[in-house]
């Protein structure tokens, strides 16, 4: 039988239809695969790289920063680096005002400012909130201080609305120490300038770790001594210019290690008032100030009235007020017989909450002294605005007055507007006899100093003085 030829054209596509289908979902199949695995493996080249970044600055993140410096410094022995350590002073002002996405781009601003400033074999990351830290290589200790400079620079001028504050501290890399070690170091010199209006930078030495141990060893024993009663209020005398007779006395804190003796308040004043164990230690002096008072009038003395101090971190807490009262009433002590001192400085830093908490505590019956007079910068205009009792003018003055006429004339127009402003006023410091003779010619009050006495124990003034 003869078979049309288009039939048979026709059957053999349809016999090859099976091939050229299976043909063409490989291919399809094969494209599907290769597109999907480079999907995959951008996404997981993304993932690694988001893995490797801080969220927030765009810098790499702080595991990695310790690998790769340690990797870095290893590979590069012949190099000089440093490690250095900022952050941005009162960064929580930023996010007050701004919000938080405001603060975010701050940190977003300063991690690219770093990224255009570092080299290449050097680093940059943030460390935690706001500090951040840098892997640098330098020659001298001024190529450091310039760079410093241009982080400090670039990022003020990269963000002109707030006026930015930058504190640097420095480790230059001179031993085989862990990377933490390093930041841990970097960090102590940043802190040695906290607070310091003239120094923003420093870099670390053996002696700043000193101190850090010491300040550790205060921490770690500070609280077992206030509960074994191993602080002290000591009372050094106050005079009577025109009689040279005690009249009053300052309670001060003394801290008697059974081993030590007697620790210099230099040592742990400022580490109280950082860590605000000083509040704890204020309380504690009050107490004791209190009993003594309360333990002359039932021996049927009359008490000398006694200033106590109020440190300005405890002063600044807005119950100090519940608690100086809580204190007077626990021991019934006639305030008549208490004076409470105050520092310059805390008034300059919130007039209004001083003024208001001064009047409260007058109000409470309270007399309240203005310690350190003249250690700060606008003391004159203070004198007008503050109601205070008792003027202290601070030791300098006096020493500027024994130097010079210029000096003395100072002190007396001091002394005059202090008294047109109804004020007592106690000099302080005072040791050599022309300075109580110089003293003697104006209407100061009271002198306070070693001329007269040093503080002393309770128990030692009691027998001198009564």
Known sequence: ???????????GVVGEYPYILIR????AITLIVMVFLAIYIRNIAYIKMIGELDSISGLINWDNFKIEAANIIKKNRDEKYAIVQFDIDKFKIVNDIYGINGGNNLLKTVGSELENLIEKEELAARFYADVFCMLITYNTDDEIVGFIQRVNKNIKNSYPVVNLFLTFGIYRIVEDVSIDLMVDRAAIARNS???????????????MLEEVMHEKKIENTMQSALEAGEFEAYLQPQYSVKTEKIVSAEALVRWNDPIRKIIPPGEYIEIFEKNNFIVKVDVYVWKQVCKTINLWLERGCKPYP?????????????SIIKEITDVVNEYNTPKEYLELEITESVVLDDMEYAINTIDELHRLGFRIAMDDFGSGYSSLNLLNKLPIDVLKIDKEFLNDASNS???KIVIRDIIAMAKDLDMQVVCEGVEKHDEVEFLKGTDCDKIQGYYYAKPMPVLEFEKKYF
């Open 193 to 207: 300038v906290k607070g310091n209006s003239v120094r923003y930078y420093a870099f670390f030495d053996s002696k």
């Open 1 to 11: 039988m003869k078979v049309n030829q288009g039939v048979l054209e026709f059957l």
């Open 405 to 407: 006429e210029r000096g």
């Open 306 to 318: 006694v200033s106590l101090n109020v440190s300005p971190v405890h002063f600044k807490n807005r």
């Open 24 to 27: 063409f979902f490989i291919v």
